[in-house]
């Protein structure tokens, strides 16, 4: 009788063996492979089954990596400082410092469960001075590359969190952290200047190994586009309006103007008519944010009274504000061609508003337009000398002909804005910079970094713009480091993105106390190979790392200009009906229990056996029994033949080669779920062919081995059954021969006018000739007409046609 399967026992012993003789040595002769998880927030809740998925993918992927030969660097640490964490000591009425602390012991403690090879000497935390020195170390010399400026504008605010909030932190126009409505505040803020990277962050995707989604939701947010600004004199004024148009094309059916609530000269343009009508729309206006008037189905405007001039055609056009236009996309102002533009056509429409036709189909003019013509190409119409042009050729020459004419100029423009830097927060890293009256704005010394948070008992939001810092008079009040003179301290934090735009750096050289990471250490480790994390960080994480990369790049600190080599977006793990785990919803499942009733590796390869690991999956705690049900069963496969001393047989040559390409194969493409259904198949053949002579050692090896990067314990418990006292993860990942998986003889289906009569065995490298022979025999009885045709699709089908 084999010994039972105790996973509770097993997976304690090699837990301890592991503290003491870790699998992951670097022995200076192996190539280095940098596999890496975003790292966590400090939540108080804890690590959920949705958690655990991703740390297990990349675990798994790591323990592949090293069985191929490679030193991982699988570092893990807290991304500790910004919103979520001090919004939960918030809740939960202790200090930010002291829940963080609390939470990431408890998320400690968690991750050891998942016996995942997490290097933690190499661990880091955004809230450690050490480390924070380095973020404001960055800060300072992008202030200095002239990358970090103020800036008085307004900016995301939301009510709730009492801060600004970057353009990509509000989704739906709600607070991405707590999902409060988000409204408009004009404050002085800190800005950093990624726009000046737009191109190269552009460009350079084309170096990644990402998925396709994400580089398209980066571009899309860059948002790169050719066109030209059009200068329009405003009728019986000296001032000009500038629009940016991607469709210049069309300029000669643009029968008006927008201009954002917020453009300089929205209010001045009213007249004694429109005035209080203006004056109460830009109030309106400023109280949403910028998501919901994007998305605002309704249109809505208000006429400033005012006119300008169409610089082709000399036409008066009326001036409009609408909240649909943003102050800071383009010029904050857009011409506006109703018959060409779906936006404009329903404005248009909804005012009353001239419709011009400048482009149609063949040249045709429509006679009662109910909606927008939208087509890329067509004839130019009602458009002076440019009547006759094809649109697209049109389109890219007509830039060049307004430059020629004296009223505009040929550009290229950006969606992507500037980083809004500040947070009006207590929980972040001060931003280091000194106000001075006579200097202005200037960085703290480098050599005087890091600039400590201070502590204090109140750091509750305060809801006037300012940070809690502010009222902090003793670390305030400090002197200029260039004059010497009475000066301030900046009060605001940096945001919660700070630190985590460029954590995965420290992790190679976290103890240096002289360098953001040594040139050595850089070259020798740097950049990340596999970096494995949620899709939702496509346009925050993902895009503030690129950027810190490239400026660390520019100013000699990386020799490398992208940070994550390859990435991969793991599903997230729901609760029922697809709703998203959280403790609100009260369905968060804890592994805490799964782990004790079913083991680690159970919950490992359930993890991963529940649906594509890019997809989103519904989590059903009843699926991990059979998942443990099949433990057992490969467990017993290996202790019932381990002392068989069984002979290695050709079936079992093959099958083990199948085997080996078959998780190989699926294992490389991603497709770990069926990774897990193939160890179950095979697991069953095995079985089946153990009951007549047993499984040879070799085979059972290669079980050990394959297992192991799914589930650890398992895997070295089977190779020490297995008589060997090293680790399973000294070997090398298997390779299979070709030649040794190709059946000896096949099936084939043997037809009689289409219908299948018979299927017949015959040598895999059969004939043409000796294959139909074969057929014809097996069916010979029902070959009663004459035959007209013999179809031969090899090692598969034999379609006799007879009459």
């Known amino acids: 009788m084999a010994t039972p399967y105790n996973h509770r026992e097993i997976e304690q012993k090699w837990r301890k063996?592991?503290?003491?003789?870790?699998?992951?040595?670097?022995?200076?002769?192996?190539?280095?492979?940098?596999?890496?998880?975003?790292?966590?927030?400090?939540?108080g809740n804890g690590i959920h089954v949705g958690h655990w998925r991703g740390y297990v993918i990349s675990d798994v992927w790591s323990r592949y990596k090293m069985l191929q030969g490679y030193y991982l660097i699988h570092p893990m640490g807290w991304d500790a400082f910004g919103l979520p964490a001090e919004n939960y000591a918030i809740k939960m009425g202790v200090h930010p410092a002291k829940s963080t602390a609390e939470n990431i012991a408890n998320i400690k403690r968690q991750l050891a469960e998942i016996a995942a090879i997490y290097d933690w000497d190499r661990e880091v935390n955004t809230t450690d001075p050490e480390f924070y020195k380095w973020t404001q170390w960055i800060f300072v010399k992008m202030f200095k590359e002239g990358l970090a400026y103020e800036k008085e504008m307004p900016i995301n605010w939301c009510p709730s969190c009492k801060t600004g909030l970057a353009n990509e932190e509000v989704v739906n126009g709600k607070c991405e952290r707590c999902g409060e409505d988000v409204t408009k505040k004009n404050l002085k803020q800190w800005m950093l200047k990624i726009t000046k990277y737009a191109e190269r962050l552009l460009a350079d995707m084309d170096q990644l190994d990402w998925p396709e989604k994400v580089k398209k939701m980066q571009a899309d947010w860059i948002g790169k586009s050719y066109g030209a600004e059009v200068d329009f004199q405003i009728k019986d004024r000296d001032e000009k309006i500038t629009v940016y148009t991607t469709r210049p094309d069309t300029l000669y059916g643009a029968t008006f103007m927008v201009l954002a609530p917020e453009h300089k000269l929205a209010s001045k343009l009213s007249t004694d008519e429109t005035k209080e009508a203006v004056e109460k729309y830009i109030y309106e206006a400023s109280m949403k944010s910028n998501v919901d008037r994007l998305q605002d189905k309704e249109k809505t405007g208000v006429f400033t009274g005012s006119y300008a001039i169409n610089p082709l055609n000399g036409a008066k056009i009326p001036i409009w504000l609408s909240d649909y236009v943003l102050a800071d996309y383009g010029t904050g102002a857009i011409m506006c061609v109703p018959a060409h533009d779906d936006r404009d056509f329903e404005f248009a429409t909804k005012f009353n508003i001239p419709i011009i036709q400048v482009i149609a189909k063949d040249g045709k003019e429509i006679e009662n337009m109910t909606e927008a013509y939208t087509e890329a190409s067509g004839i130019v119409i009602n458009s002076g000398d440019w009547n006759g042009m094809e649109s697209s050729v049109l389109k890219k020459e007509a830039p060049e002909m307004i430059e020629k004419r004296g009223f505009g100029k040929k550009t290229t423009n950006y969606k992507l804005r500037d980083w809004v830097f500040s947070r009006q927060r207590y929980w972040g890293e001060p931003i280091p910079i000194i106000h001075c009256d006579e200097c202005g704005a200037v960085p703290v010394p480098e050599e005087q970094l890091p600039?400590?948070?201070?502590?204090?008992?109140?750091?509750?939001?305060?809801?006037?713009?300012?940070?809690?810092?502010?009222?902090?008079?003793?670390?305030?009040?400090?002197?200029?480091?260039?004059?010497?003179?009475?000066?301030?301290?900046e009060t605001n934090t940096m945001p919660q993105w700070a630190g985590s735009s460029w954590y995965f750096l420290r992790y190679v050289d976290n103890k240096n106390s002289k360098e953001l990471v040594s040139k050595e250490n850089a070259e020798k480790y740097l950049p990340v190979d596999m970096y494995i994390g949620g899709v939702e960080h496509a346009v925050l994480h993902l895009l503030y790392s690129r950027f810190y990369t490239k400026f660390l790049y520019d100013i000699g600190v990386v020799n490398f200009k992208e940070p994550f080599t390859k990435l991969f977006n793991q599903g997230m793990i729901t609760g029922k009906n697809g709703i998203k785990m959280s403790k609100s919803k009260g369905n968060i499942v804890s592994p805490d229990e799964l782990v004790r009733d079913y083991g680690c590796d159970s919950l490992r390869l359930y993890e991963l056996f529940v649906g594509p690991p890019e997809l989103d999956s519904e989590w059903d705690d009843r699926g991990i029994d059979g998942v443990y049900r099949f433990m057992n069963r490969f467990w017993n496969l290996v202790m019932e033949n381990k002392d068989k001393n069984a002979k290695e047989t050709k079936e079992l040559v093959k099958i083990r080669n199948k085997m080996i390409y078959d998780i190989t194969t699926r294992l490389e493409a991603f497709n770990l779920n069926t990774v897990v259904s193939g160890f179950m198949e095979y697991n069953n053949k095995l079985i089946e062919l153990s009951k007549k002579d047993g499984i040879d050692i070799k085979t059972l090896e290669v079980l050990a081995i394959l297992i192991a990067p799914f589930a650890p314990h398992m895997g070295e418990e089977i190779w020490q059954q297995l008589g060997h006292k090293n680790s399973v993860f000294d070997n090398e990942w298997p390779s299979y021969d070709e030649a040794a998986m190709k059946d000896d003889e096949i099936e084939i289906a043997i037809q009689i006018n289409g219908k299948t009569r018979a299927v017949i065995q015959v040598a895999a490298d059969i004939s043409k000739e000796d294959a139909i022979a074969a057929g014809k025999n097996a069916v010979a009885e029902k070959l009663t007409g004459t035959i007209v045709k013999e179809i031969y699709v090899p090692g598969r089908i034999i379609n006799i046609v007879q009459k």
């Open 17 to 43: 063996k592991w503290e003491t003789d870790p699998v992951n040595v670097n022995d200076g002769k192996k190539p280095k492979y940098y596999c890496l998880d975003m790292f966590p927030y400090p939540s």
């Open 451 to 489: 600039l400590l948070l201070p502590e204090v008992e109140s750091y509750q939001p305060t809801g006037t713009g300012e940070s809690p810092l502010a009222d902090i008079e003793e670390w305030v009040n400090t002197t200029c480091p260039v004059c010497g003179k009475p000066a301030k301290r």
